[in-house]
């Protein structure tokens, strides 16, 4: 099953910002994958123009993610509106399908539901993420509990990325995260976090072990799209990793 995304922050950041993010992508494509997750982070002076990327991207028929390092509220709770037009634009010439975004400080009653839903049936090409992220207030589940609720309610077109590593750094447990966000997750980032004296480090998967990246992704369907966010060593393991995926999703649905 063709459902593995890379994101290019699984890469040596210095290769990434020397070489362009574009020069990756004949890899990620060659290595099996479905997609490419694009960093906004990342993005140098290596790297075509937005729309030359796009050209590159579709000649390897891959699927677009951006991800942008912005949160959707601002600390006084209102729409971060100047920075989703930034990437909104950013995304539509970049061919994205999907954004990735932050939380942020979003506040049930003050932050304005209906401001976000115009703004998203003006970009209805294009789906909103939101991430759980490392922050104590974005990687929050009763925030994004609360959050996902309230769009819901409002008929507010967003879905979850659910990060399964990043809950250890915000110092969240795991399954109340399954619980609670599962009816909202359209993507899976998989790491795995270990505790490496008293440091909380994100390594490459392994398997077996009962490791909780494979208890979340056993959680959800098997065709749920699922990105290899950790570090990818040397680069050419990519494909490794993803018949890893594939190898993991074909036991669980067989079993």
Known sequence: MKNVIVPLNAFDRFEVLKKGQTSFIRLIAESGAYGIEIRRELLSDQDPPLDSMRKEIEAYQLFTVYSAPIELWKEDHGLNVKELNEIFQEGRALGAKWIKVSLGHFQRGQSNLMELNIFLNQHSRIQLLIENDQTLHG???????????????????????????????????????LSKLSPYVQYLHLKQVEDDNGEFITVPLQKGGRHSWEKVMNSFSSEIIKALEFPIEPKEKTKEFIQMITESEALTWNS
């Open 139 to 177: 990687g929050n589940i009763n925030q994004l509990t609360s959050f996902f609720e309230s769009a819901s309610e409002q008929a507010t077109p967003v879905q979850m990325t659910f990060d399964a590593g990043n809950w250890y750094y915000s110092g969240q447990d795991v399954d109340e995260a």
